[in-house]
């Protein structure tokens, strides 16, 4: 972590006015990114009730296009991605042949025939790659699109007022996981009413030549309503607090959509083969019968942080593991999410721990999300 460039990590758009504001960066799948700019507290606390401003850059997009761009994602992914309307977006996942997940996704239908791919910044590669691969004998082109886009995002409750300030595309009728073309304090961009907080809130492709710009302007609009630039660090709280996956923690090769919890999003019902449907039919059945472990929520009676990797315990043994955990700005305490034996997953559970370094810290087991917005 440092506020001087990473030898060899890309750098965003924004990257000198990051520096300006004095944030501290680090390295990123790749990319140097803002962490904090001060308080990460502060700036989640910001998100939650005021508006965040983040950049979102390191991102990986990926356009498929053409005639046959519906049927090659169809194949290509788990989700029936021919069925969504253009204008709006669906949460997906790409997998193996053996249906471990590569990726979590979004994609959005931008019209009939064009369809733009949003993967996670470490995968990015991985996905483009295989998209490349699963295309053949598919009418579409896949386009690595990395450099076309900066990414901005503005997220809570204060968020539509600030971007209503800047457009005058209709925002009221742009619903979640929804995207349109439109104009932002001048800039062209693909306006999405998604995010990764629990916010409401609008994420911002623009091409990285108005970036700053549009940074500038957002925060200009911001001024008033309490709007602060935030890094990653309060980004993965924020998700955390929301019950929301991360690819490396929650989500990986090891492991299927239906043993993430995230089966739905596996849609067996889509016309023709895709890619780890023998498998994932498999894993359907075995996840309705016994699962192994389930995905759950992990609140401590006590102040010390849990962290990816540590053991859960009960009666004496190890019974799962977690997959993230941070003290929650939000709630007061400390949370973690853990994969524990379906035997010790129902919320209010007792008796379950964290092996902290030797110490088995008293834990509550909860329903996921920890923290869900008022509509």
Known sequence: ??????????????????????????????????????????????????????????????????????????HALVGHIGGVRPGRARYTMICREDGGILDDLIVYRLADTEYLVVANASNAQVVLDALVERAAGFDAEVRDDRDAYALLAVQGPESPGILAALTDADLD????????????????????????????????????????????????????????????????????????PLYGHELSTGLTPFDAGLGRVVKFDKEGDFVGRTALTAAAERAASAPPRVLVGLVAEGRRVPRAGYAVVADGRVIGEVTSGAPSPTLGRPIAMAYVDASHAAPGTVGVGVDIRGSHEPYEVVALPFYKRRK
């Open 173 to 244: 009728a742009l619903k979640y996981y929804a995207g349109l073309p439109g104009t932002v304090a001048g800039v062209p961009a693909l306006i999405a009413r998604t995010g990764y907080t629990g916010e409401d809130g609008f994420e911002l492709f623009v091409k990285p030549e108005h970036a700053v710009e549009l940074w500038q302007a957002l925060t200009k609009a911001g001024e008033g309503v309490g709007l602060v630039p935030c890094g990653l660090s309060c980004r993965d709280t924020l998700r955390l607090e929301a019950g929301m």
């Open 1 to 74: 972590m440092s506020s001087s460039p990473t030898a060899g990590s890309r750098r965003t758009a924004l990257d000198a006015l990051h520096r300006s504001l004095g944030a501290t960066m680090t390295d990123f799948a790749g990319w140097d990114m803002p962490l904090r700019y001060g308080s990460e507290r502060d700036e989640h606390l910001a998100v939650r009730t005021r508006a965040g401003l983040f950049d979102l850059s390191h991102m990986g997009e990926i356009t498929v296009s053409g005639p046959g761009a519906a049927a090659l994602l169809d």
